[in-house]
Every structure is written in C-alpha cells, then in structure tokens.
C-alpha cells in the first residue's frame, strides 16, 4: 500500500510539472528560446538558493526540534497535543498565506522597476492587511479553543488548548512580517540577512531546551517562539531598512500601531466574553461567541485599523455592490 501511495504521489506531481511546464510554454515562449550558458547567472541563483535553504533548514529544524524537544522532557502524549497544534497551524498559516500571495509579486515588481514608493506601500499596508486578516480569522477559533477541540475530538490531549493559543499567537505576528520578507528577497542581498535571523529562529531550540530543564513547563517553547517572532520582525526591518531604504517608523505608524490598536480591542472584548456563561450546548456557545467577535473585530477593523481614504474606498464599494444588485 505505501508504494501504491507513493507510486501515486510522484505520478500527479509530474502531471502537475508537465501541466505547468505546458503552461509556461504557451503564454511565455519567450523563455523556452535558446540561450548560451551564463556562468555569473548561475553563481548568483545558485548562492541565492543555498542561502534560502540555509533559512529554510532554521525554521524546519525549529519546528521539528520542538517536537523532539517536548518528547524528551514530557514524553509521548505531549507529542499528541503538539500533532493537533500543527495540524490547526498548517490550515491557518494556509489561508493566511493566500493573502499574501496575491502581494508578493507586486513587490517584486515595483522593486525591479525602482518605484519605491509603491514598493514600501505595498509591504507596510501588505503587512497590515495580512495582520488584520489573520485576527479576522483567528480571533473566533483563539476564543473558542475549548469548545472546537471538544467538538472535534471525543479525547482532546492534554495542554493542545494552550498550544493551539500560543501557536496563534505567534501566526499573528510572522504575518507582520510576510511581506517584509519578500522586500528584502527581493533585492537578492540575503547572505548576512539569512545568516542571522536563521540563526536566531534556530536559537528556539537552545533556549528552549535551557529554559524546560529550568522550569519544566511544556509551553515553555511556544512562548519562546512568540519572543523570537517578534525578535525576528525586528531583525527584518533593520536589514530592510539598510538594503532599500525603507522608513521604519512608517511601519510603526501605518501597520504596527493599527494592529496593536484593533489587538487590544479584540482583547478587552476577550476578557468580557469569557466570563459570561449562557448555555450548555457546546455548539450554540461556539456560534454565539463566534459571531460576536467577528462583527466586534471588523468594527474595530473600519474604526481602528484602516484610515479614512480605506475607509472611504470601503463605503463605495458596498455602494456601488448594493447599486449594482
């Protein structure tokens, strides 16, 4: 069976290849015509690739390290709770990452065309945006942790509520630094950039290992991963910052401070929420708490996170929408 398996999976990914492959042929032609071999060419995207995997090699080895890690101090069934935590992670991160796709190449763009004024817009509002939209996203299932892992699993592990609600956390804030990332690949310099803050993702590990022979508290790394995310924003605004220019404090002002601001408005909210009590059926509790902080998250979305031009831009669309219809 697992070479059926495997005989299956490296036979569709060589119909998707061909199919890309098909794609590229017929609307880019233009990159299939012959051309002589260019030793720098291939220097640099060979160096460029091995710096990426070197970034690449920190944040899997920091992923799976943890998994080991927890393995060693607490055993087997903290492993459970930390596969259920991926699994969550991995669907988030997912539609987070769909946003951001749709970014991406447009900073690419602008920054090859030298237009840096469109270029830094697009990665200080490119990392409010997905900012905005993970909490959008993020805030009914951080709220309602409890009732979702109950509702899915007739045994849910133990300590996998609060590593879910950590592992959020910190999906929150790498998607402040999702497009900062893509501006500073964008211009190619990323050895020294690589070298550090791979370096200190790969730090989780360490620390994380001194710190749980100290105190022996299993969220002990997913708390140190939310400290390194925000460790790592930082970094990548420096090196932005010295590669293309890029103002820092209007990062703060335009994408930072309206994050925080609509953050500490789901949190108060949090708080209240949490400590009413009206039903015993699990599902009702979820779809209740669900759609309050969804629509107090969007108020506090159009009031505290976007600015009046956005805003502005918002109201004329749900205009031209309600028109048209």
Same mark, same amino acid.
Not at 96 to 102: D, G, Q
Not at 147 to 152: P, R, S, T
Not at 191 to 201: D, H, N, R, T
Not at 239 to 252: H, P
């Given at each position: 069976?697992?070479?059926?398996?495997?005989?299956?999976?490296?036979?569709?990914?060589?119909?998707?290849?061909?199919?890309?492959?098909?794609?590229?042929?017929?609307?880019?032609?233009?990159?299939?015509?012959?051309?002589?071999?260019?030793?720098?060419?291939?220097?640099?995207?060979?160096?460029?690739?091995?710096?990426?995997?070197?970034?690449?090699?920190?944040?899997?080895?920091?992923?799976?390290?943890?998994?080991?890690?927890?393995?060693?101090?607490?055993?087997?069934?903290?492993?459970?709770?930390?596969?259920?935590?991926?699994?969550?992670?991995?669907?988030?991160?997912?539609?987070?990452?769909?946003?951001?796709?749709?970014?991406?190449?447009?900073?690419?763009?602008?920054?090859?065309?030298?237009?840096?004024?469109?270029?830094?817009?697009?990665?200080?509002?490119?990392?409010?945006?997905? =900012? *905005? %939209?993970?909490?959008?996203? /993020?805030?009914? !299932?951080?709220?309602?942790?409890?009732? #979702?892992?109950?509702?899915? @699993?007739?045994?849910?592990?133990?300590?996998?509520?609060?590593?879910?609600?950590?592992?959020?956390?910190?999906?929150?804030?790498?998607?402040?630094?999702?497009?900062?990332?893509?501006?500073?690949?964008?211009?190619?310099?990323?050895?020294?950039?690589?070298?550090?803050?791979?370096?200190?993702?790969?730090?989780?590990?360490?620390?994380?290992?001194?710190?749980? =022979? *100290? %105190?022996?508290?299993?969220? /002990?790394?997913? !708390?140190?991963?939310?400290?390194?995310? #925000?460790?790592?924003?930082? @970094?990548?605004?420096?090196?932005?910052?010295?590669?293309?220019?890029?103002?820092?404090?209007?990062?703060?002002?335009?994408?930072?401070?309206?994050?925080?601001?609509?953050?500490?408005?789901?949190?108060?909210?949090?708080?209240?929420?949490?400590?009413?009590?009206?039903?015993?059926?699990?599902?009702?509790?979820?779809?209740?708490?669900?759609?309050?902080?969804?629509?107090?998250?969007?108020?506090?979305?159009?009031?505290?996170?976007?600015?009046?031009?956005?805003?502005?831009?918002?109201?004329?669309?749900?205009?031209?929408?309600?028109?048209?219809?």
């Amino acid at each position: 069976k697992l070479e059926n398996y495997t005989l299956l999976y490296f036979s569709s990914s060589f119909i998707i290849f061909a199919i890309y492959v098909l794609y590229c042929k017929y609307n880019f032609s233009y990159i299939f015509a012959k051309t002589k071999f260019n030793p720098v060419l291939t220097k640099e995207i060979f160096f460029y690739s091995s710096w990426n995997l070197y970034g690449s090699f920190a944040a899997v080895s920091k992923s799976q390290g943890i998994n080991i890690i927890l393995n060693i101090f607490f055993g087997v069934l903290i492993n459970a709770a930390y596969a259920v935590t991926n699994t969550v992670s991995s669907v988030i991160s997912t539609l987070i990452n769909s946003v951001t796709a749709a970014i991406n190449p447009q900073i690419y763009k602008s920054y090859a065309q030298k237009d840096n004024e469109r270029n830094f817009d697009l990665i200080t509002y490119g990392s409010k945006y997905s =900012y *905005l %939209f993970a909490v959008l996203l /993020i805030s009914p !299932l951080y709220l309602s942790t409890e009732v #979702i892992m109950e509702l899915w @699993l007739e045994s849910v592990p133990d300590y996998s509520v609060e590593f879910i609600k950590l592992t959020l956390v910190a999906t929150v804030i790498n998607c402040l630094s999702g497009p900062l990332m893509t501006g500073i690949q964008a211009t190619g310099k990323i050895k020294a950039y690589q070298i550090i803050v791979g370096f200190v993702v790969f730090a989780n590990l360490p620390i994380s290992y001194a710190l749980l =022979y *100290l %105190f022996e508290q299993p969220t /002990i790394p997913f !708390l140190v991963s939310i400290a390194i995310a #925000i460790v790592s924003m930082y @970094l990548r605004l420096f090196f932005l910052n010295r590669l293309t220019g890029y103002d820092i404090s209007s990062f703060f002002k335009n994408a930072l401070l309206p994050s925080v601001l609509v953050t500490l408005s789901f949190s108060i909210f949090y708080f209240i929420i949490n400590s009413i009590n009206y039903s015993d059926n699990l599902f009702i509790v979820f779809i209740v708490k669900s759609s309050l902080v969804t629509i107090v998250n969007i108020l506090s979305i159009y009031l505290l996170g976007i600015k009046n031009k956005e805003r502005y831009f918002i109201r004329k669309k749900l205009i031209g929408i309600l028109k048209w219809k």
